[in-house]
């Protein structure tokens, strides 16, 4: 580049970072500069805060200028295509790799009760993921409320296993069919409404739900939530401390062990969420599946074709609602405790971008998504309350960056010759 | 009887708040057919600013007479369509023409954002602000309950509809308003036709955030409180009333608005104040279901 | 064919019998009838606007008629009124169509389109799902014949080699070939063409004419000889595969018979030449 060139640059970027800087001057002069606190006799005041107004609006241009004079430079020579065909490239070696870790975690030297706990808590979000992906990613229906069968699971094992003493084993099939029952329930009036409409009368459902396991105090706890919940057994071999005669560690003859009864919640999530996985890929190449991703792709050729579309739909409905049902009821008899504060909207939209982030349609694009984000979450917990803020910011940014998610292409279902893969341009998103 | 005229002038009232949330709800989607989730969240911010700027009007003295009200509202809306215009510059514009779902996440996310950056900036304790606008007309006495007008209503109707009217000279009367409608036909012609799209998509933005940030004032002057979770269930409802009365028709927004504001109002009066907004979003579900295109809105025609 | 003279009977597959539709003030189509004989190609035609496509959104189920009757004997015999079945099970009774504007599934391959097109045999033998899901054998017997089947159309159309690629990469004529055997897939007893040679070029107009009658005549694939109507601008293509045609204007039916008996009616010359630019 001539000097001259780079001269030229260098003042445009300081141009347009000086513009930003003013931006963020105006946004942040009231909402920063001035704060309201609430004096001890309950009056309002405002406290003022200049410097940091200057900092953040120095921060602003500095950031800005660095992405005009650096970032974009090199982002614009044409690498991310390639990164992205890597990426599909390495996800054939990635999944069963990822898979192969997650199986040896809890015997990995150095992963302790924390570890293992988040561990529990990104199979949880990649279960979820992998249920609502049948919904949004192969049927293309948006789905906003999906936390609202999370909780149907969960309340469904915490009053099972409280009122009638029913085991863990019995209220977790129960728990699934009760939530794939609910979706039916709902599905069937809205699904033959399109795209935003179906988003927001799900997201409604979930709303009502929570507000519902919030005021029926009888029944829920309201507010307070069930607290007990009989927590899981080995087959019925309770994890007692005091490893009793007929406790786990009793059984087996080894020394009563907090981490037992952890490691046990850890191979049974992976299990579940491995169910989830295996029930979807197989089901990707049933005439059902297909279906599915046909009616994403063209609901008037699929009527067309005679495929009854609301009946095509209600099931991918109430297959994803049975995971979240599945997932639910682990999440009871793991926390021992639940609440209407678990089940937000919050949720449903965290386990939404992470199907949305990982490629619709992608296994091990979701998985990687929600250990990114989760794990990335768990990562930030020393920045408490900003966590959130950098949490939602990287939403934002990882979407303008990938807009199609980490593995955008997808893999036809059944093949004659070679396997291609399809690239993402052409995959359908539904209107549904 | 007088019971429920007093209910309904307060369900006029909260409805007028919604309706010009909605306004902005269905602006956006009449346009680029998205959902900006973080709309609601910038109804918040204008009642943030709006507080910061009554706190500062207080301390200098000043915080009396429709003039004061004025400038509260003319700052509030200043800053907050600052917000919402680097909302669409920084989380929407680059995903323009991308597929569906990403900008519904980068909405999800900015609605995240907004409401951290509130909770950081501005604690996370709710803002209670004392009654600056006190008294009312009497209009009718039953025995011992008065209906009553109140002045904060009087202005919430009057604001309202005063800004109504201001936005709709704009979209029907002004080059902008041929523009905007023009972009919610066919946006790539209405961009053959010279009209810079993205800069009507801004204005689109900005214009709701200044509306939103109107209702975040009326909000606050009315009910009292500020906290920066507000905008999530306000939000809600206020898309629920533009889907009700048709997304993408401003009139229908405005009557949703009202709809929402009087069934939920009813809903508290007479059944029960912790399921009112079950009854906001069942009256959304019932509506769709029967009325899939809201109660003005347009047709969609299906060719094959 | 001369039997276009006979009054519908045994002999004819869809039996169109007065039908209209009303859309508002809007008198689309003014009592029409027309019937379709079983193993013919018949063709549809008429000016701009003159109600072929609302017709044929009647008979496959995308509109309600406002009157009449629309009659299709099923490959059984047993006769379906279709005026009165929802679309997808029009498409159950036998009907398969293409779209004007073509609808594929255009993120999957060559091959998973004519799968879904099979959809409902393959749901009925997967046992709805389950025993799919553990891997039965009923199953896995009736998949591979699935494929089979549908690579049987691929080479029919000349797209065995692209049977991997997915739809949307197919060139526009190639397209529209695979929409055509995606409908043959579905079994029916009667395929409905929406302008199946718009955007082709002579060579592949040519190809598409070939195809018609080999579907007509069933020898395109192992499958039955299926009736076929279709409604088509090109009037090269339907005077030469057309057996029957039949001629719509302002919503109704002016005139039909075979190719050359219609080529020269006066009305269908009135209506072309008369009060529109296409000839």
């Known amino acids: ?432 | 009887m007088a019971y429920a005229l007093q209910q309904l002038i307060n369900g006029i009232s909260l409805g007028m708040i919604y309706g010009l949330i909605a306004v902005g709800y269905t602006m956006v989607y009449g346009i680029i057919g998205m959902i900006n989730f973080a709309h609601g969240d910038i109804f918040m911010v204008g009642a943030f600013i709006s507080l910061i700027a009554i706190l500062m009007l207080i301390s200098g003295g000043m915080m009396e007479g429709p003039a004061a009200i004025l400038l509260v509202l003319v700052i509030s809306m200043a800053f907050t369509a600052l917000y919402g215009w680097t909302v669409e510059r920084v989380a929407y514009r680059p995903l323009r023409g991308s597929f569906r779902l990403a900008p519904l996440i980068s909405a999800i996310g900015m609605s995240i954002v907004l409401q951290n950056f509130v909770q950081v900036s501005q604690g996370a304790r709710v803002k209670p602000l004392e009654p600056q606008i006190t008294g009312g007309v009497e209009l009718m006495r039953e025995g011992n309950f008065v209906v009553q007008l109140s002045y904060m209503q009087i202005l919430i109707i009057v604001s309202t509809l005063a800004v109504l009217a201001i936005f709709t000279w704009l979209v029907t009367q002004t080059a902008l308003g041929r523009a905007m409608r023009a972009c919610e036909q066919d946006r790539k012609m209405a961009a053959l036709l010279g009209i810079n799209t993205d800069r009507t998509i801004s204005l689109a933005f900005v214009i709701g955030a200044a509306l939103a940030s109107v209702a975040g004032t009326l909000y606050l002057l009315r009910y009292g409180i500020a906290d920066f979770f507000m905008g999530f269930i306000v939000g809600v409802k206020a898309f629920t009333a533009a889907v009700l009365g048709g997304i993408g028709s401003l009139p229908g927004a405005v009557l949703g608005g009202l709809l929402i504001g009087l069934i939920e109002t009813f809903w508290s009066a007479y059944f029960s104040v912790q399921y009112k907004d079950v009854a906001a979003f069942g009256i959304l579900v019932l509506a769709l279901v029967f009325l899939p295109t809201g109660l003005l809105g347009r047709q969609e025609v299906e060719k094959v | ?279």
């Open chain 1, 1 to 432: 580049m001539t000097p001259s060139g780079l001269a030229a640059r260098v003042r445009s970027a300081l141009v347009d970072a000086g513009k930003a800087a003013l931006v963020a001057f105006g946004l942040f002069i009231l909402m920063v500069g001035l704060r309201t606190d609430v004096a001890p006799a309950g009056e309002l005041f405002l406290r003022t805060r200049w410097a940091e107004v200057g900092m953040l609006c120095a921060l602003v241009f500095g950031l800005r200028l660095a992405t005009a004079l650096w970032v974009r430079p090199r982002l614009s020579e044409g690498n991310t295509q390639r990164s992205a065909a890597l990426l599909s490239q390495a996800g054939l070696m990635f999944g069963p790799a990822l898979l192969a870790v997650a199986l040896i975690l809890p015997f990995v030297p150095g992963i302790g009760r924390y570890e293992l706990d988040l561990g529990i808590l990104v199979l949880t979000y990649i279960m979820l993921g992998w249920g609502l992906n049948i919904v949004v990613g192969l049927a293309g229906l948006l789905d906003l409320g999906y936390v609202a069968f999370y909780a149907v699971g969960a309340y469904s094992y915490a009053l099972l296993a409280q009122f009638f003493g029913l085991s863990f084993w019995i209220c977790l099939p129960l728990a699934g069919i009760l939530a794939a029952f609910w979706g039916v329930l709902l599905g069937f009036p809205v699904l033959r409404l399109r795209g935003d409409y179906l988003a927001i009368v799900t997201l409604a459902f979930g709303e009502i739900i929570r507000i519902v396991l919030l005021n029926w105090v009888e029944l829920t706890g309201g507010p307070n939530g069930i607290s007990g919940i009989p927590r899981p057994t080995f087959f019925g071999l309770p994890f007692s401390m005091g490893g009793g005669p007929g406790s786990f560690a009793h059984f087996f003859g080894i020394e009563p062990s907090p981490s037992h009864r952890v490691i046990f919640l850890y191979y049974l999530i992976l299990g579940l969420a491995l169910l989830t996985n295996w029930v979807a890929v197989r089901i990707r190449r049933q005439p059902i599946g297909r279906a599915w991703e046909a009616l994403r792709e063209d609901e008037v050729a699929c009527r067309a074709l005679g495929i009854d579309i609301t009946n095509t739909k209600l099931t991918a409905f109430a297959l994803g609602a049975m995971f979240a049902g599945f997932a639910g009821a682990f999440f009871a008899t793991r926390q021992a405790f639940i609440s209407p504060e678990s089940f937000t909207f919050i949720e449903s939209a965290i386990i939404l971008a992470i199907v949305v982030l990982g490629g619709l349609g992608s296994q091990v694009g979701i998985a990687v998504a929600a250990i990114v984000m989760i794990g990335g979450f768990e990562l930030f917990r020393d920045l408490d309350e900003y966590r959130m803020l950098v949490f939602g910011g990287a939403m934002v940014a990882i979407m303008v960056l990938r807009p199609r998610g980490l593995v955008g292409s997808r893999a036809p279902s059944v093949v004659l010759g070679g396997r291609k893969r399809i690239d993402a341009s052409l995959v359908g998103e539904g209107r549904g």
């Open chain 3, 1 to 279: 064919m001369s039997e276009a003279a006979i009054p519908s009977g045994s002999g004819a597959i869809l039996d169109v019998d007065g039908i209209s539709m009303r859309f508002g003030g809007l008198l689309a189509v003014d009592t029409v009838s027309f019937a379709v004989q079983r193993g013919s190609i018949t063709a549809l035609i008429g000016p701009n606007g003159a109600g072929k496509t609302t017709v044929f959104n009647c008979i496959t189920g995308f509109y309600r008629p406002t009157s009449g009757r629309i009659a299709l004997r099923r490959v059984d015999g047993s006769l379906a009124a279709l005026e009165r079945l929802k679309d997808h099970r029009i498409a159950r009774a036998g009907v398969a169509r293409t779209f004007q504007n073509i609808r594929l599934f255009a993120g999957m391959t060559a091959l998973e389109n004519l799968l879904v097109a099979q959809h409902l045999p393959l749901q009925r033998a997967t046992g709805f799902g389950i025993g799919a899901m553990l891997g039965l054998s009923r199953y896995k017997a009736a998949e591979a014949e699935a494929i089979e089947r549908a690579a049987s159309w691929l080479r029919a159309i000349n797209l065995l080699d692209r049977a991997d690629d997915a739809a949307g990469e197919l060139p526009y004529g190639a397209q529209r070939r695979l929409e055509i055997a995606r409908a043959m897939c579905t079994g029916p007893a009667l395929l409905c063409l929406d302008e199946p040679a718009a955007g082709l070029n002579p060579r592949e107009s040519e190809e598409l004419a070939r195809l018609l009658t080999t579907i007509r005549d069933g020898t395109a694939t192992s499958s039955a000889p299926t009736s076929v109507l279709l409604i088509e601008h090109d009037m090269g293509i339907v005077m030469r595969i057309s057996d029957h045609v039949v001629v719509l204007d302002h919503g109704r039916k002016i005139a039909e018979g075979p190719p050359d008996l219609v080529r020269n009616d006066r009305h269908v010359i009135a209506a072309y030449l008369g009060e529109d630019e296409e000839a």
